[in-house]
């Protein structure tokens, strides 16, 4: 997705992302996904930027999303203050799917002074792979 807007995009797009596959539901990888996407569509459609930022940083417990951009930004606090009274749904989307995932989601922007979207999402052990593996420790008592 990031490399098919870099080739269509007049912006300089820059990228750093961490491996983290797996350590998500594909439900939570979806949501991810989307979060990303409704970033990048912003940018695309309303930064007039010259240049965006995405990071993927894996951390210990959470991972740290930033989607940024130097374009002409808008009035984060007054999105923020009355956000159900605002035209588009993908901010609000975003800050539902990050809910969902137990994450925090901050919009930092303002009038000529670009946007940075941050998006930080605790990993979980999902709960099969809690569950013992079925005969094997039995096993490894017989081999022993
Ligand atoms: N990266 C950005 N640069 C400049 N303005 C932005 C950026 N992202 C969002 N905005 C502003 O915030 C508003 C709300 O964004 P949001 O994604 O919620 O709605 P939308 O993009 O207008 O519509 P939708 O996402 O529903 O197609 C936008 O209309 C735009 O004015
Ligand atoms: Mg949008």
Redesign the pocket.
Known sequence: MINKMAQSSASQIDWDIDEVGGLFSKEAEINIFRLVQ??L???A???A?TAATIQIQKRDTKIEILVA?N????DADL?SASPAT????????MAERTRILHGAFSID?APGKG?RLRISIPTCIEPEKLKPQRGSSNRNQRGT
Do not use: P, R, V
Request: proline fraction near 0%.
């Open positions: 409704e970033g569509n912003n940018i459609k309303h930064a930027a951009d374009g002409k930004g808008f999105y605002q035209k588009g749904f993908g901010l609000s989307g922007s946007t």
